[in-house]
């Protein structure tokens, strides 16, 4: 059965700190990972796309890898802002049957 | 200049009535999707056009209706509303289907079935 399963649940770490977030998968045939971003209240938002030849992707503080021998992924977070705070959902998407495989997400709270 | 918008952003009925929702993305996609996220706020993907044709309609009650006239709207109708319906509706577009594009949400829209 095609699952995408992310840890922690929900995770709240100090300003300025370090964190990383984790997502494993079942989905096969693999097509692609993505992390996104969602704020309360708004619509998803991209962060990075990797495919299976991808080992690690970054889009500014946000650095995501993939291994897809152990289907995991991770996305770290460096030097958290307050606007960091906001839900994380890895999406896995398997190829040739443009299936959308959604985690349940990771809700992250950086505190002052 | 919004990308992807969706009408209502609210949208509160009683049990049994008939709503649309609606969707315009001004990115020159091919791709638009239908989302539903529930309280728990799980993602769950409902359906997918690519050109004004469907290739995405997961197990969805068939009380839900796409409509896609032309490939910037994608237009959703939802008949006989149950109040397992309530939920935030999120469209959103890509450049294609293949997966391997960004897709870019709307804001979303948040259906209160009474």
């Known amino acids: 059965k095609n699952q995408v399963e992310q840890s922690p649940q929900s995770l709240i770490i100090l300003e300025g700190k370090n964190c990383t977030l984790q997502?494993?998968?079942?989905?096969?045939?693999?097509?692609?990972l993505r992390w996104y971003k969602q704020d309360t209240g708004r619509g998803p938002v991209s962060l990075t796309i990797?495919?299976?030849?991808?080992n690690t992707k970054s889009n500014g503080r946000y650095t995501a890898t993939l291994d897809a021998d152990t289907k995991q992924s991770s996305l770290h977070i460096t030097a958290s802002q307050l606007s960091d705070s906001a839900s994380y959902i890895c999406v896995v998407s398997s190829s040739g049957t443009y299936k959308y495989i959604f985690g349940t997400g990771t809700r992250l709270k950086v505190l002052a | 200049d919004t990308a992807v918008s969706q009408t209502p952003k609210y949208l509160v009925t009683q049990m049994g009535n008939d709503k649309s929702i609606k969707c315009e993305q001004n990115?020159?996609?091919?791709?638009m999707y239908w989302y539903k996220q529930d309280s728990k706020k799980f993602l769950k993907i409902m359906f997918s056009?690519?050109?004004?044709?469907?290739?995405i309609n997961e197990t969805v009650p068939n009380r839900f209706s796409p409509k896609s006239p032309d490939k910037a709207h994608l237009n959703l109708h939802i008949n006989s509303l149950e109040l397992g319906d309530s939920a935030v509706y999120f469209c959103a577009s890509s450049q294609d289907s293949g997966g391997g594009r960004k897709s870019f949400f709307g804001p979303g829209t948040r259906l209160t079935v009474l």
């Open positions: 990797m495919t299976f030849s991808e």
């Open positions: 056009y690519n050109n004004k044709e469907l290739i």
């Open positions: 990115l020159g996609h091919d791709t």
């Open positions: 997502c494993n998968y079942t989905v096969s045939p693999f097509s692609n």
